[in-house]
């Protein structure tokens, strides 16, 4: 019943029924996840699974840019905590002489169902003690691929960093938490269990624009100097 009148009465209100909706959204999400385990068809996809180490696939040296043994790269805690969900995880810092230094971080996972999903910057900075400012969502398009990516601001005291990231699941480039669950649900369901791929890069710097030209460059970079099993972790593709 909605109290008139009586403006905290509301507000408690319009936070129960925002509870409620989140409950029952997320136990939706974790029944069909249990059911989809279940599935006696459901394999795992191997079709973009390494067939090496990525740190053999990932470059050293990419443009401009060549990765230094040590950097002020910054793995939040919520992601060093949940390592366990992926099957690698690789994270660089490289730099260049002529441009800003750029952090690259990917996470591989080969399943993504229930526990092991990708765990993207949006739930883990803020666990590091960072606010985000939410920057518009982006198609990146490479001459090996087009994906859908997502930009943001992470300020904290003395540090504000510039994200430029996209989350493969499958054949499909979810832009929120969200979408990516349905994503591996759906896949799910259809008989193939998809694999998963975050790919983030980041450089220190507080103007965003510039800083998004640079990381795209950087990506395509990435992309253009590493081979086809590399293409294919991180778009789903292995065209050159």
């Known amino acids: 019943m909605r109290s008139a009148g009586n403006p905290a009465a509301e507000k408690r209100e319009t936070r129960r029924l925002s509870t409620r909706r989140e409950f029952i959204v997320g136990g939706t999400l974790c029944a069909t996840a249990v059911l989809a385990n279940a599935l006696p068809g459901a394999m795992p996809s191997s079709s973009t699974r390494p067939g090496q180490p990525l740190e053999r696939l990932i ?10 043994p040590f950097g002020d790269i910054l793995i939040p805690k919520g992601e060093k905590a949940e390592e366990k969900a992926y099957d690698e995880v690789v994270t660089r810092y490289y730099e260049s002489s002529t441009a800003p230094s750029v952090m690259l971080l990917v996470a591989y996972g080969s399943a993504q169902v229930g526990d092991t999903e990708l765990h993207r910057p949006e739930a883990c900075y803020p666990v590091a003690g960072f606010k985000l400012d939410r920057g518009p969502n982006l198609r990146l398009r490479f001459a090996e691929a087009s994906v859908m990516a997502r930009s943001m601001t992470a300020s904290a005291t003395g540090r504000i960093e510039q994200l430029l990231y996209w989350s493969r699941v499958g054949a499909e480039f979810p832009t929120s938490s969200m979408e990516q669950r349905w994503s591996a649900l759906r896949q799910t369901f259809r008989g193939s269990i998809p ?3 975050l790919v983030r890069l980041s450089t220190i710097g507080a103007d965003r624009e510039p800083a998004l030209d640079l990381l795209e460059r950087f990506a395509g970079e990435l992309l253009g100097a590493g081979g086809p099993d590399l293409r294919l972790v991180l778009t789903g593709t292995s065209a050159s």
């Open 59 to 68: 470059p050293m040296a990419i443009g401009g840019w060549g990765a230094v």
């Open 195 to 197: 694999d998963g791929v």
